[in-house]
């Protein structure tokens, strides 16, 4: 009861919280042993929209045929259960560089759910799952620097880890007080624009979603995380792991899979992300990853053990996000009250290098590539590819 009490007044005064130990998370990792992992349905594609302390989010991340990159998200957030907030944001990458990334972010008025909970509306935005619950729209004006007309569709199942997806964190397991869930859409296409100030972007390639719910305050849940989404012409390959705070033992919890057209090659809690080489921030004390290892690990559906090694260096950033200056005001008050807490964002995003124009520009020249190296049972194979990449330090 103890720490029960701990535990909600770090939510509500934004505290840090005790040290609880490892055993105070139950992680997706043990579901996974058993089932690892379940194919979504539209009732997974919910959103859960929590009456207590939560961020909620959906992303799209968007690689482009002509070699802009883009994200689009709805984040739900709720604090303490006192107060509800959406926001809608986009990000526009471009690849010859010429042009500084492209960053919208707008508080929503009005927000709701479809009958069915799976679309998202608010004043100028709209957000809506097909009745096959195989493809989004997604529809903006909200912000006339970045008008979204989207559509993604899935071209393979989609999956969380274990049976529900969820890691729980308590000290009872029957009564968890935090939890953290993500569902993953890995391989999708799309079509649509984004238009600028600029210009109109097509956005017509490929896709990515994921679904995920911090169903307690961010910064309790996670102290570092790793992202990566590569895309190619064959294989998804997707991650995401994070590292709890000491709180809860700096526990590493990872989930992932790869997929191709039709069907999940395999998914589970079986992989890792290391940091190879690491170069020191003077400007924010953190340790920047320059090289990287991402390993995905388990067996396909017929039994056949199955790896895949992304590795290499990273090549140039193309964003540093200090997160307590672009994030809404309500996602501070979360975390505004730690000490030793400051969230940066590393981002790093590898376009198709063949483009002529990334070939062609004096001042960029292309990073080197980096290849996915898949092996399933005896058959092995390498395709180079797109990545987006994040690395995320909250605190120690």
Known sequence: MMNW???????VAGTQEPIYGPQAIQSVAKQAEKTPYTELTKEHLKWVAMESTCV??????LMADSGHLAMVQVIYSNVAGIRTTCQFN??????????????SSDAL???GFDADRVGFFADSVALDLS???DSYTIKSVVNENSL?????????PGFHVGEDGKSYFGTDPKNPWGSMRHAFWPRCQAEGTIITKDKELDFKGQAFFVHALQGMKPHHAAAKWNFMNFQSPSFSAVMMEYTTPSSYGSTIVNVGGLARDGEIITAGSLNSATHVEKNQDEETGWPEPVAVKYVWGGKTKDGKDISAVLEGPLGTRLDKVDVMEKVPGFVKTFVGGVVGTKPYIYQVIRPNATLEFLLTTE???????LKLKV??????????????????FISE
């Not at 009490?5 to 939510?11: G, P, R, S």
């Not at 979204?148 to 393979?156: M, S």
């Open 5 to 11: 009490a701990k535990q909600q007044l770090a939510n």
């Open 90 to 103: 986009t990000k526009v990458f471009y690849p010859d560089r010429k042009l500084p990334n492209l960053w």
């Open 56 to 61: 909620e989010t959906q992303t799209f991340y």
């Open 148 to 156: 979204v007309n989207l559509k993604i569709t899935r071209i393979a």
């Open 375 to 392: 092996k399933i049972g005896d058959e092995e194979k390498e395709e180079e590819g797109i990545i987006f990449s994040e690395s995320t």
């Open 363 to 369: 001042k960029y020249s292309p990073d080197p590539k």
């Open 131 to 133: 009745p096959e619950a």
């Open 109 to 111: 008025s009005n927000h």
